[in-house]
DNA sequence: CGCGTGACCAGATTTCTCATCCGGTCACGA
DNA sequence: TCGTGACCGGATGAGAAATCTGGTCACGCG
């Protein structure tokens, strides 16, 4: 590896790099089946190197399921400054439904793929509970924001609501299992679901209201962004 | 036992003993764990008499899972009879969901529980999936017959209606185990998935066309009675 | 004589034992 | 000083041995 006048750098790269291996391998192996040998080969470097990073072997995995979700964070945030109207529920719903078909590691943390994440499931609660909690609040608040200012309807209990919206979600992302083979494409799913989520969750008419949340939602999000950021960065040893 | 002047109906009632055994035992412990020696112990029977009744232990639980989905298919019948706007989308779903919880081998089918169900869950495709098959041909006419009537929207391909309902009755289905816990009960939950169906799928207004449809819908739930009955007999060997 | 039964048997599954693997450590060498 | 891979002890996997179980059918009872 080439060098350069800042060694941090240089170790952040490297950080990268086996974040960029580990996830790499998680999505073809699964988590039992990884070793931190072929992580570290598959990096370029040593295996005690990756102990210069990461504690254990867990925490190289969570880490690198929680740049996932931060990824997404940052999807949302950069349509929304782009285009004020993606702050719309459906419009988020059909943004994360589309990235898990781009990031398999999204779609293993928010499905619970157990063959994918293997005893990384159970344990993520117990080491990251109150980051879990943390991203159903942002969505509770999310709603919260939407329904005052008549963006979602609130003739249904928000409780209701989010019940509703996570298993739409989980069945959108799980559901081929159980169906005959094909079924439209994903733009075609994506598409649908926006239009189930917009008749069943949002307001006809009016969305002037949408220039009035964004900055609150904004500011949702980028708080669930530095949760992650600190989360991260508890785990670095770099 | 008590004998009546009845063989046949005494058969009858014995193979329903057993079935109930295996259901329970199927529920308590999944098929995998199951014995036919339990079933018949439980049933009161010995355990070649279970043979007189089933060629093998997974017909004898394939009639198990028929049964269920058996109950369900005149369930539906009852409430069309009863009501003839039973025979809406949202109507349909939400009695599905409705009685799901309170059969638990039904709940095990739909979503293919593989814990309960165990390599039952691949041979049912291979054994009765002529039967799996009819049951989306029947889910597909249904829409159809609804869509031609006005009482289901026909702006979106019945393809993506289609894969959406399944989609969403799966989620409803399944992700409790994703989701903090709490939220609605169930009643709260099939409320909500009706509304959800509502206004997803459902177009507004003059519900006539009702009283025009229901022979139709009737005729096809009740030809998939026909085929599950049809089924159920071809295994029964008493 | 008809039929319900549970002992029997062979293949399937589970348990146990031993071999190998792998997470984490750290002495070594660049 | 720091990247590394050999090392070690606990975890996991593989294979052998033990046990279980689906299906059969000879037996005995009504």
New binding site residues.
């Given amino acids: 590896m080439r060098k350069t006048a800042d ?1 941090r750098a ?2 952040r790269r ?1 950080a990268e790099r086996i974040l960029d291996a580990a996830g790499e391998l998680l999505v073809s192996w699964g988590y ?7 992580v ?1 080969r598959r990096a ?9 990073h990461f ?6 995995f969570l880490t690198v399921l929680m740049r996932s979700q931060l990824a997404l964070a940052e999807r949302f945030l950069d349509d929304i400054r782009r285009d004020p109207e993606a702050v719309l529920l459906s419009r988020i719903v059909a943004t994360a439904f589309r990235w898990v078909h781009e990031d398999p590691i999204l779609r293993a943390v928010l499905i619970g793929d157990t063959e994918t994440l293997g ?1 990384l499931s159970r344990s993520a609660p117990d080491v990251a509970g109150d980051i879990l909690d943390e991203r159903w609040r942002v969505v509770d608040a999310y709603l919260d924001v939407l329904r005052e200012h008549g963006l979602v309807r609130a003739d249904e209990s928000r409780e209701a609501q989010r019940h509703a919206l996570g298993a739409i979600i989980t069945g959108y992302l799980t559901a081929d299992a159980l169906m005959p083979p094909g079924g439209p494409d994903v733009e075609g799913r994506a598409a649908m679901l926006a239009h189930v989520v917009r008749a069943a969750f949002e307001t006809p008419g009016d969305r002037a209201a949408v220039h009035t949340v964004v900055p609150r939602v904004v500011a949702l999000y980028q708080h669930m962004l530095d949760r992650l950021r600190q989360e991260i960065g508890r785990r670095d040893l770099s």
Avoid: H, N, S
Wanted: net charge positive; proline share 4%.
């Fill in positions: 060694p240089d170790r490297r039992r089946r990884v070793t931190v040998d072929e570290a370029g470097v040593g295996k005690g190197t990756v102990y210069l504690e254990t072997k867990e925490a190289l005893t």
